[in-house]
T-cell receptor
Framework: DGGITQSPKYLFRKEGQNVTLSCEQN?????MYWYRQDPGQGLRLIYY???????QKGDIAEGYSVSREKKESFPLTVTSAQKNPTAFYLC????????????FGNGTRLTVT | QKEVEQNSGPLSVPEGAIASLNCTYS??????FFWYRQYSGKSPELIMF????GDKEDGRFTAQLNKASQYVSLLIRDSQPSDSATYLC??????????????FGIGTKLQVIP
């Protein structure tokens, strides 16, 4: 079955450590996205990528980095520069047509102490 | 002004009633509109999408779009306790440059009371 796989489901890190969240899709979608969700704030776009080896900052990119070396993969690194990294992180993908919905992975809940 | 506005709720309805969820958006050129359902601790799942004025029905769900009023709604008929979730309105603007620069509302929490 096609879908998006995020791993791990839960992640715990100490403050000051970088951490990488994995996202893999087998939907053959060109575009991939990373969102962050905090209580009461909805989903906010961190980074997005339309094609391999290209990505753009979203609304809250500071303290995060991404890579897109393969069409199927779009890992997100939460760096020590991110001031409030504890959140629920969602990866999504879509085709490039305007009426194509986002397909979400199951999410990674990151807790930094 | 927020780009996509929703009342955070909670909206409480009795089992079997019609739940009406509303969303307004600020970008008049927006092209496509989505409703996602999100259970607590889970990822969003697509319920409906609509891009033409009027109503679109799928089972117990009806999406309504009024571009002149910049308003989109979701009606859930015969509400069930399993419909209790947060419903996210998402809007895709016209000038998105070939990708889905979707903007989400904060979501409306729906509680269906047995």
């Amino acid at each position: 079955d096609g879908g998006i796989t995020q791993s791990p489901k839960y992640l715990f890190r100490k403050e000051g450590q970088n951490v990488t969240l994995s996202c893999e899709q087998n939907l053959n979608h060109d575009a991939m996205y990373w969102y962050r969700q905090d209580p009461g704030q909805g989903l906010r776009l961190i980074y997005y990528s339309q094609i391999v080896n290209d990505f753009q900052k979203g609304d809250i990119a500071e303290g995060y980095s991404v890579s897109r070396e393969k069409k199927e993969s779009f890992p997100l690194t939460v760096t020590s520069a991110q001031k409030n990294p504890t959140a629920f992180y969602l990866c999504a993908s879509s085709s490039r047509s305007l009426d194509s919905p986002l397909h979400f992975g199951n999410g990674t809940r990151l807790t930094v102490t | 002004q927020k780009e996509v506005e929703q009342n955070s709720g909670p909206l409480s309805v009795p089992e079997g009633a019609i739940a009406s969820l509303n969303c307004t958006y600020s970008d008049r050129g927006s092209q496509s509109f989505f409703w996602y359902r999100q259970y607590s601790g889970k990822s969003p799942e697509l319920i409906m999408f609509i891009y033409s004025n009027g109503d679109k029905e799928d089972g117990r769900f009806t999406a309504q779009l009024n571009k002149a009023s910049q308003y989109v709604s979701l009606l859930i008929r015969d509400s069930q306790p399993s419909d209790s979730a947060t419903y996210l309105c998402a809007v895709n603007p016209m000038n998105s440059g070939g990708y889905q620069k979707v903007t989400f509302g904060i979501g409306t929490k729906l509680q269906v009371i047995p």
